[in-house]
């Protein structure tokens, strides 16, 4: 146990302060802008995209101030598995954001690996590195959320916040952290606009 919290310490040491305010500062232009955020992720990341786009819309809330647009593209259920029966998982966010992307809008995508690495089933995180090129490709912005070096997801997006560690678990551990941590800061920025 002393080991793992010893750990997860030092990675707060060498998270990137400037690639966090970045992020915080591309989602706050989005809030005064009124674009929507769009948060995608995969496997445990698929739960923190959900869990972000929740603290996003709930604890960002100001009274009398508008409030972010944010829609976790993990949560359809039905929609993930008809897209993924008739033209496969590799599209299940494109196709999402064919419907609902336009200009200044965000996509938030949150993988460990950040798109790179691969197992049976081949590359990982495929589906998500298509959307932010779809993204790119139609003029919105993009933040990412990995680990490990931070993979495609630190050359491919606007904003790349890498948690420096080789470990799922402190990985995803600190994703849920990093977006507690941006939502704080922006309720705080809201309160004082």
């Known amino acids: 146990m002393s080991d793992f919290l010893r750990e997860f310490a030092d990675v707060a040491r060498r998270i990137s302060e400037d690639d966090i ?4 500062d591309l989602l ?3 809030w005064k802008k009124g674009s929507r955020i769009f948060i ?3 496997g445990g990341s698929a739960s923190t995209a959900t869990h972000f786009a929740c603290d996003l819309a709930k604890t960002t809330a100001v009274e ?3 409030r ?3 829609i976790s593209l993990t949560d359809n259920v ?3 598995t008809a897209l993924t029966n008739d033209d496969g998982f590799a599209s299940i966010f494109v196709e999402q954001l064919r419907n609902l992307l336009e200009k200044d809008d965000v996509l938030i995508a ?3 690996h950040g798109g790179s690495g691969q197992d049976k089933a081949g590359l990982w995180s495929q589906n998500l590195t298509a959307a932010i090129q779809y993204a790119k490709d139609n003029s919105a912005r993009t933040i990412g959320m990995a680990g490990f070096d931070g993979g495609a997801f630190k050359k491919m997006t606007d904003v790349c ?9 402190y990985v995803e551990s600190w994703h849920a952290t990093l977006e507690h941590l941006i939502c704080s800061c922006l309720k705080e920025r809201i309160q004082n606009t």
């Open 68 to 70: 972010f647009k944010v």
């Open 28 to 30: 706050f232009d989005a």
């Open 64 to 66: 009398g101030k508008k």
């Open 78 to 80: 039905p929609l993930l």
């Open 21 to 24: 305010n970045k992020a915080i």
């Open 161 to 169: 916040v890498v948690v420096p560690a080789n470990s799922t678990p």
């Open 110 to 112: 949150i993988s460990v």
């Open 40 to 42: 995608i992720g995969n």
